[in-house]
């Protein structure tokens, strides 16, 4: 960048010649110019800042002790030299075509503003400078008396700044009270989805989701008005539109800052999506333990109704085998301890039942592909259907079954829903069925198993997940449908019985990701 004109400039217009008295009484314009050309050289050398006077052709006619001492050169040692000599080399060949166009229309203006502009000192290093333009007509020519100011301090306030902003964890975004945005931090352009560049210079409403942006911009200018530190997410949840379309929750804080150039508003944005996934997980696993303490409230009180019992008949008939053992009645000895083996095997069977259930969703399963049409052919293939004539059975899939998934847990659970449609069939209907139907969505599949049996009456629809809970035409532990439940819940779906005197309906809704 050219340090000494360009075209970036605070225009003030053209300058007259200087009229009016002096300090001593004088008229400028009756002071002859060698003497007016004294005083202006005077002026420059008592300028407290570095300051130089350039004649139209761009030489150099007077420097001050600041001005030598900024760019390192011997006091008087750049009189006569031409000012590009101070300007990178960059830049150097433009600049005198920069300067021929100063020149024809001379007018006050600042440099380096808002953008990067250096001077190039004797040892060739480079000083980031704001630069001054005054035109000085003088005696038909236009000297220009020209101030320089080292902006090193600055830059190096502003350099440490960014980086306190970058080392920050949250996201901050200074905005102009009209909403841009003049500043941001590296966590903010990780939040918006952009580089600085990309950011700096939008107005702050474009990343409010569009269904807010009339608003918002009525709430800004409102702040503006009567602005305070204050928190944005009072009992609202906030979220944020990033240039990549990715919408974000946040809790956002509003600080006024008063500086130059006037009030800007410093926002803090708080990424909250790892908080409110921590929080559903925290939700998730409390509906975990809720549903584990039902599942024990509902064993203890099973297990003291439905096993004690079978254990006071397999007590009641060994007293009787001591009995008969006694009177030598070996025959019904016999006769009372089958009896007593079958209850007690019978009930072995059940404990380990709840074992299996209470074991279930504890030990980790790595997800693999599945092909449900496949698996579910082989599980309906294998099953006996307690010696009745299997249903007719048909799968409908509205596109490939292949998904990844825990394999053992969804296909017990199919296998357990397909053995009691198999079982509780209707005898009054001729043609027993059963359909398993699978309905696929975005990341997201339903499975119903249907059939036309004996249906479960209304009063017990919204008890058949309890434990030991049976129908009055079962000959199982009651343990089935509430397996089938918990190995739902284990793959964060949800399970939902319709049931008539026309047929069940067992419909899965589960979050399965489909093989690519």
Same mark, same amino acid.
């Given at each position: 960048?050219?340090?000494?004109?360009?075209?970036?400039?605070?225009?003030?217009?053209?300058?007259?010649?200087?009229?009016?008295?002096?300090?001593?009484?004088?008229?400028?314009?009756?002071?002859?110019?060698?003497?007016?050309?004294?005083?202006?050289?005077?002026?420059?050398?008592?300028?407290?800042?570095?300051?130089?006077?350039?004649?139209?052709?761009?030489?150099?006619?007077?420097?001050?002790?600041?001005?030598?001492?900024?760019?390192?050169?011997?006091?008087?040692?750049?009189?006569?030299?031409?000012?590009?000599?101070?300007?990178?080399?960059?830049?150097?060949?433009?600049?005198?075509?920069?300067?021929?166009?100063?020149?024809?229309?001379?007018?006050?203006?600042?440099? @380096?503003?808002?953008?990067?502009?250096?001077?190039? %000192?004797?040892?060739? /290093? #480079? !000083? =980031?400078? *704001?630069?001054?333009?005054?035109?000085?007509?003088?005696?038909?020519?236009?000297?220009?008396?020209?101030?320089?100011?080292?902006?090193?301090?600055?830059?190096?306030?502003?350099?440490?700044?960014?980086?306190?902003?970058?080392?920050?964890?949250?996201?901050?975004?200074?905005?102009?009270?009209?909403?841009?945005?003049?500043?941001?931090?590296?966590?903010?352009?990780?939040?918006? @989805?952009?580089?600085?560049?990309?950011?700096?210079? %939008?107005?702050?409403? /474009? #990343? !409010? =989701?569009? *269904?807010?942006?009339?608003?918002?911009?009525?709430?800004?200018?409102?702040?503006?008005?009567?602005?305070?530190?204050?928190?944005?997410?009072?009992?609202?949840?906030?979220?944020?539109?990033?240039?990549?379309?990715?919408?974000?929750?946040?809790?956002?804080?509003?600080?006024?800052?008063?500086?130059?150039?006037?009030?800007?508003?410093?926002?803090?944005?708080?990424?909250?999506?790892?908080?409110?996934?921590?929080?559903?997980?925290?939700?998730?696993?409390?509906?975990?333990?809720?549903?584990?303490?039902?599942?024990?409230?509902?064993?203890?009180?099973?297990?003291?109704?439905?096993?004690?019992?079978?254990?006071?008949?397999?007590?009641?008939?060994?007293?009787?085998?001591?009995?008969?053992?006694?009177?030598?009645?070996?025959?019904?000895?016999?006769?009372?301890?089958?009896?007593?083996?079958?209850?007690?095997?019978?009930?072995?069977?059940?404990?380990?039942?709840?074992?299996?259930?209470?074991?279930?969703?504890?030990?980790?399963?790595?997800?693999?592909?599945?092909?449900?049409?496949?698996?579910?052919?082989?599980?309906?293939?294998?099953?006996?259907?307690?010696?009745?004539?299997?249903?007719?059975?048909?799968?409908?899939?509205?596109?490939?079954?292949?998904?990844?998934?825990?394999?053992?847990?969804?296909?017990?659970?199919?296998?357990?829903?397909?053995?009691?449609?198999?079982?509780?069939?209707?005898?009054?209907?001729?043609?027993?069925?059963?359909?398993?139907?699978?309905?696929?969505?975005?990341?997201?599949?339903?499975?119903?198993?249907?059939?036309?049996?004996?249906?479960?009456?209304?009063?017990?629809?919204?008890?058949?997940?309890?434990?030991?809970?049976?129908?009055?035409?079962?000959?199982?532990?009651?343990?089935?449908?509430?397996?089938?439940?918990?190995?739902?819940?284990?793959?964060?779906?949800?399970?939902?019985?319709?049931?008539?005197?026309?047929?069940?309906?067992?419909?899965?809704?589960?979050?399965?990701?489909?093989?690519?």
């Amino acid at each position: 960048m050219a340090p000494f004109t360009g075209s970036s400039a605070t225009d003030q217009g053209p300058q007259p010649p200087p009229r009016g008295p002096d300090p001593s009484g004088h008229d400028l314009a009756t002071v002859p110019q060698d003497e007016l050309f004294e005083r202006f050289k005077l002026a420059v050398s008592l300028s407290p800042v570095p300051a130089l006077l350039v004649g139209p052709e761009g030489r150099i006619a007077m420097t001050n002790a600041a001005l030598d001492q900024l760019f390192l050169y011997p006091d008087r040692a750049l009189i006569g030299q031409n000012v590009e000599q101070l300007v990178p080399l960059s830049s150097q060949a433009r600049h005198p075509i920069l300067r021929e166009a100063f020149n024809r229309r001379p007018i006050r203006r600042e440099m @380096g503003q808002g953008r990067e502009v250096y001077g190039q %000192r004797a040892d060739g /290093s #480079f !000083v =980031p400078v *704001e630069i001054g333009l005054s035109p000085v007509p003088l005696g038909g020519r236009t000297m220009v008396f020209t101030t320089v100011v080292d902006i090193s301090e600055r830059r190096l306030g502003e350099r440490r700044l960014r980086e306190a902003l970058d080392a920050a964890a949250t996201a901050m975004v200074m905005v102009a009270p009209d909403g841009t945005i003049e500043l941001v931090n590296s966590a903010a352009c990780a939040l918006l @989805g952009g580089v600085s560049a990309e950011l700096v210079g %939008r107005n702050v409403d /474009s #990343f !409010v =989701p569009t *269904e807010f942006r009339v608003q918002h911009a009525v709430y800004r200018q409102s702040y503006v008005n009567a602005s305070r530190p204050r928190a944005m997410t009072e009992g609202r949840d906030l979220h944020v539109v990033g240039l990549d379309g990715r919408r974000t929750p946040v809790h956002i804080a509003l600080t006024p800052i008063d500086g130059v150039g006037g009030q800007r508003i410093m926002a803090t944005l708080v990424d909250l999506s790892q908080i409110m996934a921590q929080e559903r997980e925290l939700e998730e696993r409390n509906a975990h333990l809720s549903a584990l303490n039902e599942e024990l409230t509902q064993f203890a009180y099973s297990a003291s109704h439905d096993l004690r019992a079978p254990l006071a008949t397999i007590a009641g008939l060994l007293e009787l085998c001591l009995e008969d053992l006694a009177e030598g009645e070996t025959q019904e000895c016999t006769r009372n301890i089958t009896e007593a083996l079958k209850t007690s095997r019978r009930n072995i069977r059940k404990v380990e039942q709840v074992l299996t259930l209470a074991r279930a969703g504890l030990d980790p399963m790595p997800p693999e592909p599945v092909d449900l049409t496949e698996a579910a052919t082989a599980i309906w293939d294998d099953l006996t259907c307690d010696g009745l004539a299997k249903p007719a059975f048909c799968i409908v899939s509205d596109g490939p079954a292949d998904y990844i998934t825990e394999r053992q847990t969804l296909l017990t659970a199919i296998e357990n829903l397909l053995s009691n449609a198999c079982r509780f069939q209707d005898p009054t209907k001729e043609s027993p069925w059963v359909e398993l139907r699978l309905r696929h969505a975005p990341e997201r599949l339903e499975l119903s198993v249907s059939d036309n049996g004996i249906g479960i009456p209304k009063q017990d629809q919204a008890r058949v997940f309890e434990l030991f809970r049976r129908s009055g035409k079962s000959t199982g532990h009651g343990l089935g449908l509430t397996l089938v439940q918990k190995h739902v819940r284990r793959l964060r779906g949800s399970i939902r019985l319709d049931s008539s005197p026309e047929g069940t309906c067992f419909t899965l809704t589960l979050p399965l990701r489909r093989v690519s």
